[in-house]
């Protein structure tokens, strides 16, 4: 009996849940856990299979032991906050279980998307016995897959890789973000950063775009930023010579986000008010729409997919291989809008592959270290068809 263990109620934990009651055969058995019981309890009432759900403060290695000792799962799937992986992997080196999750490690006093703190656990899993799977999301997750499968099926040589993100969705909202807007404003925010011949290039945030033309959504204007999953694929992807990764948004996004930042209210160090030490960015996070609640009014699609270039046969090959999705769509199926279920549905994927056997190891693994086939059949399965563009 496989019993999986999912920790996060947000738009991400609730489309996980609900893809994991569609594989009754897989997931034999869920629980759901979160600081605010009142959220697994309303994703609870939308299924229509049992599962249980509980309290917990996974800032607390303590509490998350007692959980995973309390409920037995085979699995725990992360889908909380950055800032509290390694606390969730301490429990899982604790109890013996293993571990998945969607975002890498990011410390809460300092913007910076690190693979490193989580690397380190690579010993004492694998001396442990245990497997954990490291951003198994959509970009950081089915981008390294489609990545991986490019190198094992398309390519001989894969020479520069530009991974490219379009939300073109309108949820109304004057300023909204599609997933956790302090995790969101964080990234946006930092400086961009991209591998060249063997060297990180820094930039400042958000100076350098192109327009590019997007299968289903157009031509959009996208923005250099730094993300987590190319650092894992500048050191996994054999001959690489350069990795970018490009983000569009709206300038009404932009435009709230200058006034924002020129306020200061996108610090990440707190300042004292009325005598309570408060973080700007949190109190910020307050007022902005909770994201699981875009999914009614949000219309349009997203295209997410890696552009690559490469030697096939001794000539120049060059695809984008994506996966385009319906924001409205996804709302009908599982009550979400597209940011979040793909997001969702790969850790789903990729948590069924650990369970069946498919996808096996001790230690601590990225998503593009393993086969990549099973999990692009998968894709195809569960609600993120892709397509190869030849270009």
């Not at 650092?231 to 990795?243: F, H």
């Not at 700007?280 to 997203?302: D, I, Y």
């Amino acid at each position: 009996m496989n019993k999986v263990l999912i920790i996060g109620a947000g738009g991400v934990g609730g489309v996980v849940v609900h893809k994991c009651a569609q594989v009754p055969e897989v997931f034999n058995e869920i629980v759901l856990a979160s600081r605010t019981l009142a959220k697994c309890a309303k994703i609870k009432s939308e299924l229509s299979r049992p599962i249980e759900i509980a309290q917990v403060d996974a800032d607390k290695t303590s509490e998350v032991v007692e959980l995973i000792k309390r409920y037995q799962p085979t699995l725990l799937i992360n889908t909380a906050l950055p800032y509290q992986d390694l606390t969730i992997m301490d429990a899982c080196l604790a109890t013996g279980i293993d571990y998945l999750d969607t975002a890498n490690y990011e410390p809460p006093d300092e913007a910076r998307f690190c693979y490193k703190w989580q690397w380190d656990y690579q010993e004492r899993f694998r001396e442990r016995g245990i497997m954990a799977l490291l951003g198994c999301g959509f970009d950081p997750g089915v981008t390294n897959i489609f990545c991986a499968y490019a190198q094992k099926m398309l390519f001989d040589e894969i020479q520069t890789i530009d991974i490219l993100d379009a939300n073109a969705g309108d949820h109304g909202h004057p300023f909204a973000t599609n997933f956790n807007p302090e995790i969101n404003i964080r990234e946006v925010t930092a400086p961009g950063r991209y591998f060249e011949n063997g060297n990180w290039v820094e930039t400042k945030p958000l100076s350098i775009h192109q327009t590019f033309d997007f299968p289903a959504i157009g031509p959009k204007k996208a923005y250099l930023m730094y993300h987590e999953e190319l650092e894992s694929l500048a050191k996994n992807i054999k001959g690489l010579q350069r990795a970018r990764f490009w983000m569009t948004f709206s300038d009404n996004y932009l435009k709230h986000l200058e006034v924002l930042g020129n306020v200061g209210m996108t610090r990440i160090d707190p300042v004292e008010f009325e005598g309570h030490q408060i973080v700007p960015l949190q109190f910020l996070k307050a007022l902005l729409p909770e994201p699981s609640s875009l999914g009614p009014v949000t219309k349009g699609k997203t295209c997410i997919g890696c552009l690559i270039d490469g030697i096939k046969d001794g000539r120049p090959r060059k695809i984008f291989i994506y996966n385009v999705c319906d924001h409205q769509e996804c709302y009908r199926e599982v009550g979400s809008q597209a940011i979040s279920y793909t997001t969702g549905v790969p850790a789903m994927i990729g948590a069924m592959l650990m369970l069946n056997g498919v996808w096996r190891g001790k230690g601590v693994f990225n998503v593009e270290e393993l086969d990549p086939t099973p999990f692009m059949e998968k894709l195809m399965i569960h609600g993120l068809p892709w397509q190869v563009l030849e270009l």
